[in-house]
């Protein structure tokens, strides 16, 4: 099972990424996804979550508006992008799978896979 985050860097404040994460060795299809984050010296924070089939996605309150979540369950692939950032959404982003159900969920003890995590800074 891998998967695995890509698109993270330095950004100045307003400026956007787009963050992917490619799965294998699991039936993507059938797992909610999730996007959670850490800042250094901080918990863990889900930030947004996608359904199996892409229908339903929720997102933090503060990054609604700014991020939107999508899903190519043909490429096995979700993506995050993240516009008009600001200085606290600095942290290393993960994505997470789980558990295998429809839906997705909020609380990271119930994931069952995880990505390496990609950094995301955002400072001029």
């Known amino acids: 099972v891998q998967l695995v985050e890509s698109g993270g860097g330095l950004v100045q404040p307003g400026g956007s990424l787009t963050l992917s994460c490619a799965a294998s060795?699991?039936?993507?299809?059938?797992?909610?996804m999730s996007w959670v984050r850490q800042a250094p010296g901080e918990d863990l924070e889900w930030v947004s979550g996608?359904?199996?089939?892409?229908?339903?996605?929720g997102f933090k309150d503060s990054v609604k508006g700014r991020f939107t979540v999508s899903r190519d369950n043909a490429k096995n692939t979700v993506y995050l992008q993240m516009n008009s950032l600001k200085p606290e959404d600095t942290a290393m982003y993960y994505c997470?799978?789980?558990?295998?159900?429809?839906?997705?969920?909020?609380?990271?003890?119930?994931?069952?896979?995880w990505g390496q995590g990609t950094q995301v800074t955002v400072s001029s």
């Open positions: 997470a799978a789980g558990p295998r159900t429809s839906g997705y969920v909020l609380d990271p003890t119930k994931y069952n896979y």
């Open positions: 060795g699991f039936p993507f299809g059938n797992y909610g």
């Open positions: 996608i359904t199996s089939d892409g229908s339903k996605t």
